[in-house]
């Protein structure tokens, strides 16, 4: 390779570390914007692709690189950054741009550059599992506008497969997006699932995150079970409370100063059963944002000529309370566990 000696740069543990680059292979050329013979140096990747690239773009996207440049410059000393160490190459002195050789592959280094490269370009990360070793790439070489930009892709990713979102977000440290995740993994109806990050993580961590979706799972459990005993002492005058429709067999203790036990409309208790249940499955508000959940209990609501008037009024009411009192209710439960 153009008879140069040099050494190949050696990513971090979550890079997609492959062989080290081969002595025979003829290397290509990268598409643009990287492909340009007059730049002033090459990075090359471990599957034998040369991206033409500005020292400068580099230096102002990653100190790392600022560094190791620096370096090269002067005394081409190591650094004591393990990251600039992993960075060292040889430079020369040739008027030809100096390569340098990473254990990357190019379908890692095409996304990291082509981000912070202008003028703004896409990078077509079509899975998690694209996305994750870029991500990997750009925390080693502190690039923190390109993780800026795939911090985005991994958020939306969080709504797929949060558990692994969750998992992985430490990693870029990326607390903001792990808390999002976690969030998302516990509004999941099913909290089994199998991720391969699982792997990677100890017994105890994995469950402190389930022993956290349980206390979360039965302190709303208990707030259905109480029977609107939580309610606030000035509640409006629900319509469900005080219509004849109601029966005695249906009762709530409000807090109020009476303690007397109300009777409450059946379409009503059966509506509030429901809510109990679908939180019990997923803990979390958007649950109750369900239209069809309003629009059962309106229906069977109007087949009272009282109710009917107010139902739409009621329900907006009380669903305001509820998520209110979910949600001082989850919040006692502490942060989410960290990993």
């Not at 030809?96 to 077509?124: G, M, W």
Request: overall charge negative; some cysteine.
């Amino acid at each position: 390779m153009n008879g140069r000696s040099r050494k190949p740069l050696c990513p971090g543990s979550e890079s997609n570390t492959l062989s080290p680059p081969s002595q025979t292979r003829t290397p290509s050329t990268a598409s643009s914007p990287f492909k340009l013979p007059r730049t002033d140096v090459i990075l090359r990747s471990v599957d034998g692709v040369d991206f033409h690239t500005w020292k400068g773009i580099l230096i102002e996207a990653s100190p790392v690189f600022a560094d190791m440049f620096a370096i090269g410059a002067s005394t081409n000393t190591e650094s004591e950054s393990e990251a600039t160490n992993s960075l060292e190459g040889t430079l020369t002195s040739k008027a030809e741009p100096p390569v340098i050789d990473f254990l990357e592959h190019s379908s890692v280094l095409d996304p990291l550059l082509r981000t912070c490269y202008p003028p703004p370009h896409t990078a077509n990360l079509p899975s998690l599992d694209a996305l994750k070793p870029v991500l990997a790439a750009a925390h080693k070489y502190q690039m923190e506008g390109v993780l800026e930009v795939f911090k985005k892709d991994l958020l939306e990713y969080a709504h797929i497969t949060p558990l692994r979102v969750y998992l992985l977000a430490p990693s870029f440290d990326m607390p903001d997006v792990a808390e999002v995740a976690a969030g998302l993994f516990i509004a999941r109806p099913n909290a089994d699932d199998y991720v391969s990050e699982l792997e990677e993580l100890s017994a105890g961590s994995y469950y402190r995150l389930l022993a956290y979706r349980k206390r979360c799972t039965q302190t709303l459990a208990d707030m259905v079970a109480s029977k609107l005993s939580w309610l606030p002492d000035k509640e409006p005058q629900y319509q469900f409370l005080t219509c004849s429709c109601a029966r005695e067999g249906f009762t709530v203790a409000l807090r109020d100063s009476s303690g007397v036990q109300r009777p409450v409309s059946v379409w009503f208790w059966q509506h509030y059963l429901r809510m109990g249940a679908l939180l019990a499955e997923r803990p979390c508000l958007s649950v109750l944002d369900d239209p069809k959940l309003r629009d059962q209990a309106v229906k069977k609501a109007s087949e009272c000529g009282n109710c009917r008037s107010r139902v739409c009024d009621d329900l907006d009411a009380f669903t305001a309370s509820l998520k209110a009192e979910v949600k001082r209710r989850l919040a006692m439960q502490g942060p989410f566990p960290t990993l």
